[in-house]
């Protein structure tokens, strides 16, 4: 970063051992024992758009299939298939939504990818030079940092052991990484022999992890189009607060917080024992998204959307979506997937879709809210037609605007008149 939020960076392609020492400059020093030396110089001018030239050089993430970004419980350990179903069918129960369930019960030496690992010492190793196991780590904060660094990689698909792996963790721990987990790209429970799924804990507990979870389901249609947009462009999906404010100093150093995308910013409790986070909002306009009226929040491939719009001062707003059947390899490659662009301006949503397959005829969306709506409109028109709403009139707090307008609509190209 250069004074002023300008940004360029530089990059050693070398396959050789290295060292690389940080000094107090602040600077970086480079040892290699030999091998090519290919030099880059990535000119920006911000954060985001030198990591979209690195990742034009070293080549640019898979686009992951839709179930992929859905919460997944894994463990070594479930003895049979009979013990796994009952895991499944108690998150059913609960209703704790869960993708993939995975099961590793090959024993000791069969497992070839860890095993050639051992054999070939390409694992981290600890101080006696014994291969490093993850633990439960009780500060979450660089759970942060190792994502958001991932991401600068050219590596979005990521996101640690949410509950740790070994060690047992305590109730509290396991919600609060739940919470945070449900905004890492990729969301992962996976522990070892004998740890515990999120239904052995209390009531109260459940519900919060649920919650937590149902709500990052509510968001994989915009998940998913972020990482369209790391697969075609090399963008970041999840990324510091300096990408999108690189003129505000005071967001270089956070580590607490990050965003989503341009504008989702999450912003977690890190610490035990307390009910509130301090965190910090760069200027602008922002709103609490828990002002969002009660809504079903569990969305899937093949049901309707729900559209969310945060309006700016002047009243206008932006954003896309990408879809495709969710499964088949190399979608924007060969033309199957429909691209759809919002704009709001002047009081006016439209739609435009850039490309459509026979995928997106299937789409619809049933709702539609619109944050930063100032005064309670006298009608709505939806293609032309008007249309009930509902309008909440919350407080200001704290900075974050509160007012919503819902407006419950079956549409998916057209425009919305407010």
């Known amino acids: 970063m250069e004074n002023g939020g300008d940004a360029h960076g530089f990059f050693l ?6 060292d690389v020492v940080l000094q107090p400059g602040p600077a970086l020093t480079w040892r290699t024992i030999g091998g090519i030396l290919d030099f880059y110089v990535f000119l ?17 993430p898979a686009m992951p299939i839709y179930w992929a970004l859905g919460y997944h419980l894994c463990r070594w350990g479930y003895k049979t298939s009979n013990a796994t179903w009952e895991v499944v069918k108690t ?3 609960n209703g704790i939504p869960q993708d993939p369930g995975i099961s590793s019960t090959q024993p000791e030496g069969s497992y070839w990818p860890f095993d050639e690992g051992l054999k070939r010492g390409v694992f981290i190793k600890d101080a006696e030079g014994k291969t490093l196991i993850g633990k439960v780590r009780e500060d979450l904060r660089y759970d942060i940092s190792c994502m958001l660094t991932f991401n600068l990689l050219g590596i979005p698909l990521v996101g640690a052991d949410i509950c740790g792996f070994s060690e047992e963790p305590q109730e509290e721990l396991c919600v609060r990484w739940t919470q945070l987990g449900a905004f890492y790209p990729f969301a992962r429970n996976h522990n070892s022999l004998d740890m515990e799924d999120p239904t052995v804990f209390s009531p109260l507990a459940r519900t919060a992890m649920k919650q937590a979870l149902l709500l990052r389901y509510s968001f994989f249609p915009f ?10 462009k090399g963008h970041t999906v999840a990324r510091p607060l300096m990408f999108e404010f690189p003129k505000d100093i005071e967001t270089y150093g956070i580590d607490r917080q990050f965003l989503w995308g341009r504008s989702l910013l999450v912003t977690p409790v890190l610490e035990p024992r307390v009910d509130h986070v301090d965190g910090y909002f760069p200027e602008g306009l922002w709103y609490d998204y828990y002002t969002e009226p009660k809504l079903t929040l569990w969305v899937s491939s093949g049901q309707p959307l729900h559209l969310v719009s945060a309006l700016s001062d002047d009243g206008s707003a932006s954003g896309d979506l990408f879809w495709d059947d969710g499964e088949t390899i190399d979608t924007y490659e060969t033309n199957q997937y429909t691209y759809v662009v919002f704009n709001i301006s002047q009081n006016v949503m439209t739609s435009h879709v850039l490309h459509s397959d026979q995928e997106g005829s299937f789409i619809t969306i049933d709702s539609t809210s619109f944050y930063g709506v100032r005064e309670k409109p006298s009608r709505v028109l939806v293609n032309s037609k008007e249309v009930p709403f509902l309008y909440r009139d919350n407080q200001v707090r704290s900075g974050v605007l509160g007012k919503v307008i819902l407006i419950p609509v079956a549409v998916f190209k057209g425009s919305f008149y407010l």
Request: glycine share 8%; proline share 6%; hydrophobic share 40%.
């Open 13 to 18: 392609l070398n396959s050789n051992a290295m």
């Open 223 to 232: 998940l998913y189009t972020l990482f369209h947009h790391a697969h075609v």
């Open 91 to 93: 998150m059913r129960n």
């Open 44 to 60: 920006g001018p911000d954060p985001g758009s030198v990591i979209e030239q690195y990742v034009d050089v070293i080549g640019h």
